[in-house]
């Protein structure tokens, strides 16, 4: 399975929908969207992907490569990034501060599990 199948199924499911839903919503038969899930995804029609990516609420470059487009930003988890530095970083320049709250932020936006510890080693490596 391809790490775009893989997302368009956590995408999917997070989404609440099961195969043959999502089929409906692109209008395509179930079968096809269980084939982009087990990998066959490069096989997706342009039209179809993007009735995809509107109907999980997602882009179409982020369902295929991973990467969320720079016009997009997940306010829930930057707002959550700020309030784990600031719980643990207190006595950090702004800028310094700024720095690992993006780098919290793109943890969360990439489902890896934050905790303090975590924050502490961003601080020391950066």
Avoid: H
């Avoid at 079968?31 to 109907?55: H, K, M, P």
């Avoid at 720079?70 to 006595?91: G, P």
């Amino acid at each position: 399975m391809t790490s775009a199948a893989r997302r368009l199924k956590k995408l999917r499911s997070k989404a609440g929908l099961n195969q043959s839903q999502l089929a409906r919503s692109v209008n395509v038969t179930r079968a096809a969207a269980s084939r982009w899930e087990q990998g066959d995804i490069d096989s997706i029609l342009a039209r179809n992907a993007i009735r995809v990516a509107d109907t999980l609420d997602t882009s179409v470059e982020y369902l295929f490569t991973g990467k969320q487009p720079c016009t997009q930003i997940d306010v829930d988890a930057l707002s959550r990034a700020i309030r784990i530095v600031e719980q643990v970083l207190k006595n950090l320049t702004p800028k310094g501060k700024a720095t690992i709250v993006a780098l919290v932020y793109q943890l969360i936006l990439n489902d890896q599990p934050v905790s303090k510890n975590v924050v502490r080693q961003l601080k020391e490596a950066a």
